[in-house]
């Protein structure tokens, strides 16, 4: 069945009602459903593979891009090319808009736009091939990602199940607190969340699987404690619910260069429906903007969200 963008709520609208009403000022999500452009599954699929292998730029930039230039390789700021490629920007060539951070936005041109100045040297690989499919491993981004789970109050805990359980999250049934350390010091963080991954799987697939389930969290399919951490949006159809989760995991582990279940998902909803789900393009994004910053360092509390702590 494919899914309809006019779906009904009861007379007490739901989170997800309410986010849904509040999105529509939202810039993502507006442009993902005024202007219709990734509407079809197979230019969402697109977009999805875009971003995960632009991964020298955020998810968010990685989509302004594909907007902008679908065909873009490699982008960089006119002065970047210039002094660390030696290349000068070519006459009428088109600029793309990104977010700059912690400023406004930043004017960057593809390397299609650019010729060699005399002189100048090969471009690097990066450059050169930047799509070229990698064959990744999980590092250290598995217990990182689980120690920054611990700011959220989620306590991530292995279990040897069958194959055909990868992991689950859901409420902690107890009143418990976890010990999270920042520097030298240990605070105590409401645990709130319990997630299970199963021990009989390889380290890149139980990744795979805690980014699955991050991102039902983060798309906020579990509630909120706190709506400037990340949205309500309980009360969503469960097909909504698994397109996010699943893409906001293509977008992390494809970006990381990790084989994982969700790029067969979503594949074979593109084989299956011709529409995507009316999904929030901008819970996607920044959930997997998150789950992929967790697992790259550690982090720090979140605002109101220690209850005491010990040196």
Request: glycine share 8%; with cysteine; aromatic share 8%.
């Amino acid at each position: 069945m494919v899914l309809q963008a006019g779906l009904r709520y009861p007379n007490d609208a739901s989170p997800a009602e309410k986010f849904d009403q509040a999105s529509a000022r939202r810039a993502l999500d507006d442009l993902f459903s005024v202007a219709r452009r990734y509407n079809s599954s197979a230019a969402y699929f697109e977009l999805m593979q875009f971003i995960g292998r632009f991964r020298f730029y955020s998810p968010f930039n990685a989509m302004l891009i594909h907007t902008q230039m679908a065909g873009a390789r490699f982008v960089a700021t006119p002065s970047r090319w210039r002094d660390d490629f030696s290349r000068e920007v070519k006459a009428g060539a088109r600029p793309i808009v990104i977010l700059q951070p912690m400023g406004p936005v930043l004017f960057v041109i593809d390397v299609a736009e650019t010729e060699a100045m005399p002189g100048a040297p090969s471009l690097p690989p990066e450059v050169e091939c930047p799509f070229e499919v990698r064959q990744g491993r999980i590092t250290s981004e598995l217990a990182t990602t689980i120690e920054n789970a611990k700011r959220d109050g989620i306590r991530v805990s292995e279990r040897a199940h069958g194959s055909q359980r990868a992991g689950s999250i859901q409420y902690a049934p107890t009143i418990e607190t976890l010990d999270v350390v920042i520097g030298t010091a240990v605070q105590r963080v409401p645990l709130r969340y319990e997630l299970l991954l199963n021990t009989n799987l390889s380290a890149e697939s139980q990744y795979a699987t805690l980014a699955h389930e991050l991102g039902h969290l983060y798309c906020g399919h579990l509630g909120s404690p706190n709506s400037k951490w990340w949205p309500d949006r309980q009360g969503l159809p469960i097909e909504i619910r698994e397109f996010e989760a699943e893409s906001a995991c293509y977008l992390v582990c494809t970006r990381l260069g990790i084989e994982n279940p969700s790029a067969q998902y979503l594949s074979g909803y593109v084989k299956k429906y011709e529409s995507t789900p009316p999904i929030s393009l901008d819970a996607v994004l920044k959930s997997a903007l998150l789950i992929e910053k967790m697992g790259q360092g550690r982090l720090g509390l979140r605002k109101n969200s220690s209850i005491g702590g010990r040196g």
